[in-house]
């Protein structure tokens, strides 16, 4: 599979359901994400961590509009609630990793940066917003949303509730690569583009400005692997390998298969778009820049999916 390897954790993942959603249920869910990534080092394996935040990107949006709609605070930008949820995620995560490896009694380090990942201001996506952030809504919390927050777009999400959507530019450049390389050649685990980056883009003096949007972690963490050239992607999410015909009597999961013929899928409809198809769509764009494989898999089956036990394995 390779030594070299970039981990997406999924949001979702950090927080468990509607009622387990404080700091300290999701500091709980990252220990046991760390642990599975501690076992892949321990294999010898050198990994860079990135995390998804829509959950937690949509908590800290509603915080931040109750405070102003409630004491008259200053409104706090998108762009720099990324940034809170990049560096407060990453610390749990980058102290979870920490305290595994002593434990284990392993010299491993670890170090999370602050990652800016470059956007084009002209991406449509800002006129059309796709990403969904925050918790899931029956219709009827949706509506009585709405109704609160009336510039508030919500859509339905893969059957699983109404959710909140916000600007998602595509990802053109990650502005720390050279950083995180260096940290990587020097024996750290790095965790980077925490959230998908912290969107900016560049001025006409060439200067960075920070810009209001969710970028999805997914396509953020292939280009970022493509960038520090790493041998495979693993991509987790809620299920141990993708379905085609998903939910159905005659639904498969598929275990080896090659670009083209995830791309035939694609074509037929079998993912979703606001949960599997980003995943997906991510997956091809790596394989399609030199990447070598891309492991789709749930964080408890790490371990047996570097050792091709588990999980879907995409491959050119």
């Known amino acids: 599979m390779g030594k070299f390897v970039v981990v997406a954790i999924g949001g979702n993942a950090l927080v468990k359901d509607n009622g387990r959603d404080s700091v300290q249920d999701q500091y709980e869910a990252v220990c046991e994400i760390a642990a599975n990534i501690a076992d892949m080092v321990q294999e010898g394996v050198d990994v860079v961590v990135t995390h998804g935040n829509g959950p937690q990107v949509g908590f800290e949006l509603r915080r931040s509009e109750v405070a102003h709609e409630v004491t008259g605070m200053n409104s706090v930008p998108l762009v ?25 009694g392993m010299t491993k380090k670890v170090a999370t940066v602050i990652t800016q990942v470059e956007v084009s201001a002209d991406d449509p996506n800002f006129q059309h917003p796709t990403k969904p952030v925050g918790s899931f809504f029956t219709a009827e919390q949706a509506e009585e949303m709405k109704r609160a927050n009336p510039d508030w777009v919500m859509i339905e999400d893969s059957g699983r509730g109404y959710r909140r959507v916000v600007p998602s530019p ?3 450049d990650i502005v720390e690569k050279d950083a995180i390389k260096s940290l990587i050649e020097s024996g750290y685990v790095v965790i980077a583009v ?21 970028i999805d972690k997914d396509f953020a963490t292939s280009l970022l692997a493509e960038q520090i050239d790493a041998e495979s992607l693993i991509i987790t999410t809620g ?3 993708v379905f085609i015909n998903y939910g159905k009597p005659d ?13 035939r899928y694609v074509a037929e409809g079998h993912f979703p778009k606001g949960s599997m198809l980003p995943k997906i769509e991510a997956s091809l764009r790596f ?3 030199e990447g070598r494989r891309v492991i789709i898999t749930n964080p408890e089956s790490l371990q047996d999916a570097i050792r091709q036990k588990a999980g879907t394995h995409i491959v050119n």
């Open 80 to 104: 720099n609630l990324v940034a809170d949820t990049q560096g407060a995620i990453g610390y749990q995560i980058q102290q979870a990793l920490t305290n595994e490896f002593i434990n284990r």
């Open 170 to 172: 595509l990802p053109i």
């Open 194 to 214: 925490g959230g998908g980056g912290i969107p900016v883009v560049k001025t006409a003096a060439k200067t960075y400005e920070g810009i209001d949007a969710v």
């Open 239 to 241: 299920v141990p390998r």
């Open 251 to 263: 639904q498969k999961a598929l275990e080896e298969v090659s670009d083209e013929e995830i791309k």
């Open 287 to 289: 394989l399609e820049k």
